[in-house]
């Protein structure tokens, strides 16, 4: 990919929501929600603090995170759609 985000910033890939329900019924595209589930692409350096020094961030690419429904700015970047958004809108990394 030819994009490196900056700072304390991060691109996601939204995983892809639910088909079915949990009774079978099938869901139609319109009517499915966005997933705020994904999986980190790429990483920026990190934020740096007062002092200048740069913090690395917690998660790294590869990681399957849990994000807030409306995080996030979305982007179309080599024909995909991804997700840039800061750390700190990230709420937890899923552990398999």
Not at 11 to 28: A, M, N, Q, W
Not at 33 to 48: M, Q, T
Not at 62 to 91: A, C, H, P, Q, Y
Request: cysteine-free.
């Amino acid at each position: 990919m030819g994009f490196r985000p900056l700072h304390d910033r991060v691109v996601v890939r939204r995983l892809d929501g639910e088909e079915k329900t949990k009774g079978g019924i099938i869901i139609p595209d319109t009517a499915k929600e966005k997933p705020s589930e994904g999986v980190i692409v790429s990483v920026g350096p990190g934020a740096r603090d007062e002092n200048g020094k740069i913090n690395a961030l917690d998660v790294k690419a590869g990681d399957r995170v849990l994000f807030g429904k409306w995080s996030g700015t979305e982007v179309k970047l080599n024909g995909e759609d991804l997700l840039i958004m800061k750390e700190s809108d990230i709420m937890g990394i899923v552990e398999a």
